[in-house]
């Protein structure tokens, strides 16, 4: 091959890798759709209407305490109390659905937002590691819920609220979940947030240099704290949603969406040493996940083999969407 032309495929190769590091989105969609091409290449017939609705529902959850979750990690921190925080918030609601659907909802959402202002204080305030104050966090609500599920035992077993049912499984016309709105409200709150506010602006600063914010005299701290407790009540939140859509509270319900929520976020472009990334990608990041889970389901793979390829295509996912933007953290 001449050397003029292959400067031109390098030039135009060059020139690919600036639109995608422009437009880092394109290569997540372009995931997406070869994983739905997959499913319709593995089952033909299953795309359709009513798998777009079902497949939006399941990744309501996890798109929701992805939103949580990426505001946390942009300002370089985790939150491994999420999964804790949406079983604890679904499992108060269910239980509490007999004095009323009102009290349940709220008891269930004051869960969320008192689980963050703890996590929230540790790390704001008592300067504990992220990682090590949200662990911790996860582990108390796990043995408290315990206690909790046992002194409302004798209420009888835990019923969803009609409100919760309708807002996690109820579909508008048949086709459309309600969920979905509820998704798209809070991701555009987030979207905008984080692009047109001083807070979204402040959490992209404290997650990239917190020395110099101080400095400057921002409030790193109450930053911190606010997007803590944010992400607590987003947890309770997409709890709710979850209790609603599968219609049954038990005491691990959320913990399989722990690593997935850290997942979506890393798969969707946020570093995790804070200060870049958004919220766009966490959401298709969630779509991404759960079609994947679907591929394994219509494979019919072992659960043990499930996890090992879940994680290894996780991996590899992240790998290509960093190599394909040049984005090295």
């Known amino acids: 091959m001449s050397a003029p032309a292959t400067g031109l495929r390098q030039g135009r190769w060059v020139a690919f890798q600036g639109m995608l590091r422009d437009r880092p989105s394109l290569v997540l969609v372009g995931v997406l759709l070869l994983l739905v091409l997959a499913i319709g290449v593995i089952r033909p017939g299953t795309i359709g209407p009513s798998w777009v609705a079902n497949t939006i529902l399941f990744a309501a959850p996890l798109g929701i305490v992805a939103a949580g979750q990426t505001l946390v990690m942009l300002t370089a921190g985790i939150d491994l109390s999420v999964a804790a925080t949406m079983t604890a918030a679904a499992y108060v609601a269910a239980s509490q659905s007999y004095f009323g659907s009102a009290r349940a909802v709220l008891l269930a959402l004051a869960v969320g937002l008192v689980v963050g202002l703890v996590n929230g204080l540790g790390v704001a305030v008592f300067r504990v590691q992220p990682l090590i104050m949200t662990l911790g966090t996860g582990l108390v609500i796990s043995g408290g819920l315990l206690v909790y599920s046992l002194n409302v035992s004798h209420q009888g077993p835990p019923a969803v609220p009609d409100i919760v049912r309708y807002v996690g499984a109820g579909k508008l016309l048949g086709i459309v979940p309600v969920s979905a709105f509820l998704w798209a409200a809070i991701a555009t709150i987030v979207i905008v947030g984080l692009r047109q506010t001083g807070y979204g602006r402040l959490i992209f ?125």
């Open 205 to 329: 600063a404290v997650g990239d240099n917190p020395i110099a914010c101080r400095l400057a005299g921002v409030r790193a701290w109450l930053v911190l704290l606010v997007t803590y407790v944010i992400c607590g009540f987003l947890s309770g939140v997409a709890g709710l949603v979850l209790v609603g859509a599968i219609n049954a509270a038990d005491l691990s319900l959320g913990d399989v969406y722990l690593l997935p929520s850290v997942a979506a976020v890393v798969i969707g472009g946020t570093s995790i040493y804070g200060g870049n990334g958004g919220y766009a990608g966490s959401l298709l990041g969630a779509l991404i996940l759960t079609v994947l889970s679907s591929v394994f389901t219509l494979l019919d793979a072992p659960d043990p083999l499930k996890q090992i390829l879940y994680g290894a295509i996780v991996v590899l996912l992240a790998a290509l969407y960093v190599r394909t933007t040049g984005d090295d953290g």
